[in-house]
């Protein structure tokens, strides 16, 4: 089953146009988003840091009949990134879902993000995460300010699907409500 965080990044993604917009998402898990983006049009770099997580992500992608032109997986380690964005082109979208798991790895992930705009400013960064532990979201949010990126500026974090102008920021009580109306 994929995470809450991945099925409203996806129902969110799924609403939108990304004619031949190329996206990046971080720790893609199951593919739900990726394949989401990839029938809207995008051009999806599918990565998880997990070989055995992108064997069964490339299984899932074409399951879904979604052409590998389309949809493409990478394992990519964040720790990585200067490598991985050293060899890729710019990106004109990163999304993300439930990637900040641990406080451990906020930092890694907020270098990644800083990466990816390094490379083009432009880029739209959508972060889909439920908030399960307040120190650990103190941490992502720390981890991001020192890189410079501003949730509300830099990162919109996924919090809910809104009506009109797409994912923002919303308290941890907003996301609960939708994760909880998702899961029924």
């Keep these: ?18 004619d031949g917009r190329r996206v990046l998402e971080l ?25 055995r997580v992108c064997a069964n992500l490339r299984h899932n992608v074409a399951l879904n009949d979604v052409d590998e032109r389309r949809c493409r997986v990478e394992e ?12 890729e082109a710019p990106f ?8 900040v798991y641990d406080a451990d790895v906020a930092p890694a992930l907020a270098a990644t993000l800083a ?3 390094r490379r083009n400013p432009r880029c739209d960064v959508w972060v889909a995460n439920a908030v399960r532990n307040a120190e650990t979201w103190a941490a992502t949010e720390a981890a991001l300010l020192a890189r410079g990126l501003d949730l509300e500026d830099g990162v919109s974090v996924v919090a809910g699907v809104a009506a009109a102008g797409g994912p923002r920021f919303a308290p941890p009580r907003v996301w609960a409500e939708r994760a909880a109306a998702l899961r029924s």
């Design 1 to 18: 089953r994929p995470w809450p965080a991945a099925e409203v990044l996806a129902e969110w993604a799924a609403a939108q146009t990304w």
């Design 27 to 51: 720790g893609a898990g199951l593919g739900l988003a990726a394949v989401a983006l990839a029938r809207r049009g995008a051009f999806v770099v599918a990565t998880d840091g997990d070989a």
């Design 76 to 87: 990519f380690r964040w720790e990585d990134h200067a490598a991985f964005f050293s060899r």
């Design 92 to 99: 004109d979208s990163v999304v993300a879902a439930d990637c």
């Design 115 to 117: 990466g990816a705009l």
